[in-house]
């Protein structure tokens, strides 16, 4: 077979890159190993995920009616059911993708790939699937091979109780008590869900705090929220041995906690992703990885073999299917010959936990360790109408705004609906908006997106809600 270009991966990188390609008139092949397009975030990561935690949300909600004098009785759950309405958004969305696919006649091999040289691909055969070919010729190929979870060494046990993500989003059952290893993005969140659907959450995670890296004035909120939902938040610990005893999976703990050996019904383990570089033949191209396996690409996302490109998680932190599908598109037009660049000023992340976490931009911690001069306004939802009414007021919107041009540079919210709300930081900050742009910006009342406006007020000493005494 022969291609103009050849995209290796069907996720939201891959797929992205493939589309934009037919559109601007390549001919395109794309491979992947999985019977069907999406790849781990559609398949069995962002859209499986959000899909209970969606669950996880009415259960809350319907519990913190109480508060209002709303009282409901114990939730039945039917496991079966909810995960046939996972599998049903899942199929409709991977099947509009094949569809697209169809319409841009992108042609779909499944296959497992690996280079051969520069401009060739082998296939081979999964699940004993008739191949057009064994043999995929190229002109350029994109890379979007995406990752795959970390594991500890010593602690893979060979026994469903010990799950990784994919096992956890199958929801087997819900165990009497999880133990959930990492406090990352995926430990939080599948963690959350297990708690709303009855578990005993214990989360174990190695540094002094959750969500390592991320602003603490945001991940303070959730914590403590996190410490109802869950039975217990373990700092400072690793786990030193898993051993299972058929009915339950015993853990040893490293660190300060009591009593050492503890036994839970299920394990998850979310200790974080690498990228998926290795057993692709690319010692076969003249692409290079860089220490942790990430492969080394430049602003138009091309390796450093002129034939291949590569996108996503495999070409670089961080590793979010938004940033890929960018990427993704940036390389296409990089080869179409438009002058392009990928080189965002703010990539936004989101932690989907209750409350939920936003981020974009410049970080304070990023600001301090590049010794750059950057001022913050915060503004707390206890003085916002909306989180008042929604009982919801233990979030906050925090700017980070450079003093000398008041432009805004980053931002980061934590409190319900952050995921959504950040939205308006990342064009802010793209757009390079000054604190007075956000603060002249007619937010609608009442809603949390005002929170972005008032907090731009502070510095300017306009804001109504909060009183600033004078200087
Ligand atoms: P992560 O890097 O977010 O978190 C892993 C956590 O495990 C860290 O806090 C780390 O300190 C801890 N850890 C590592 N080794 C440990 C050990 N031996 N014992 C205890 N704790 C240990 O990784 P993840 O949660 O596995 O998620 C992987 C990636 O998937 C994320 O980096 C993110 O890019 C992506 N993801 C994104 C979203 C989202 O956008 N909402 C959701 C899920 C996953």
């Not at 956890?168 to 999880?178: F, T």
């Not at 490293?254 to 050996?261: A, E, L």
């Not at 990539?347 to 209750?354: G, H, S």
Request: aromatic share 4%; hydrophobic share 45%.
């Amino acid at each position: 077979m022969d291609t103009q270009l050849a995209v290796l991966g069907g996720g939201p990188g891959g797929y992205a890159a493939a589309f934009l390609a037919a559109d601007l008139g390549m001919q395109v092949v794309l491979v992947d190993r999985e019977a069907r397009l999406g790849g781990v975030c559609l398949l069995r990561g962002c859209i499986p995920s959000k899909a209970l935690l969606h669950v996880a949300k009415g259960m809350a909600e319907a519990r913190h009616l109480a508060d209002w004098g709303v009282r409901f009785g114990q939730p039945q759950i039917d496991l079966a059911a909810m995960r046939a309405r996972k599998a049903k958004v899942i199929d409709t969305l991977t099947g509009g993708l094949k569809q697209l696919a169809a319409k841009r006649k992108v042609q779909l091999v499944r296959a497992r790939a690996t280079f051969e040289s520069s401009q060739l691909l082998r296939l081979e055969p999964v699940d004993g699937q008739p191949l057009p070919d064994d043999r995929l010729h190229f002109q350029h190929c994109i890379l979007a091979a995406g990752s795959v979870p970390t594991t500890i060494p010593g602690l893979t046990l060979d026994c469903p109780r010990v799950m990784d993500s994919t096992a956890a989003l199958e929801l087997p059952d819900v165990p009497e008590s999880l133990l959930v290893v990492g406090g990352g993005y995926i430990g939080l969140e599948l963690g959350t869900v297990y708690a709303a659907l009855g578990s005993r959450v214990t989360v174990v995670e190695m540094t002094d705090g959750l969500l390592p890296g991320v602003d603490r004035d945001l991940v303070r909120p959730l914590h403590k929220a996190l410490e109802k939902q869950f039975a217990a938040i373990h700092l400072n610990t690793k786990v030193a041995a898993l051993k299972d005893l058929g009915h339950s999976i015993e853990a040893v703990f490293d660190g300060p906690v009591q009593p050492k050996t503890q036994r839970f019904g299920r394990v998850l383990v979310a200790v974080g992703r690498r990228p998926n570089s290795s057993n692709l033949g690319l010692e076969n191209t003249r692409v290079s990885l860089d220490a942790k396996g990430f492969v080394q690409v430049d602003a138009q996302r091309r390796t450093t073999d002129p034939h291949i490109f590569a996108i996503g998680d495999v070409a670089g932190e961080p590793m979010l299917a938004h940033k890929a599908t960018h990427e993704g598109k940036a390389a296409v037009e990089a080869l179409a010959g438009h002058p392009v660049e990928f080189r965002p000023r703010a990539i936004p992340a989101v932690v989907f936990t209750d409350p939920e976490i936003a981020w974009a931009g410049l970080t304070e911690l990023q600001a301090k360790q590049q010794g750059r001069k950057i001022e913050t306004a915060v503004f707390p939802w206890g003085a916002s109408g909306r989180a008042q009414a929604a009982g919801r007021t233990e979030g906050l919107t925090k700017w980070i705004f450079d003093p000398q041009s008041q432009r805004v540079l980053g931002c980061g919210i934590v409190g319900a609906g952050a995921g959504e709300l950040i939205a308006e930081a990342v064009l802010a900050i793209e757009l390079g908006c000054h604190l007075r742009d956000l603060a002249e910006t007619i937010h609608p009342h009442p809603t949390l997106s005002e929170s972005l406006g008032i907090a731009a007020e502070l510095p300017l000493g306009m804001a109504t809600d909060i009183f600033r005494p004078k200087r």
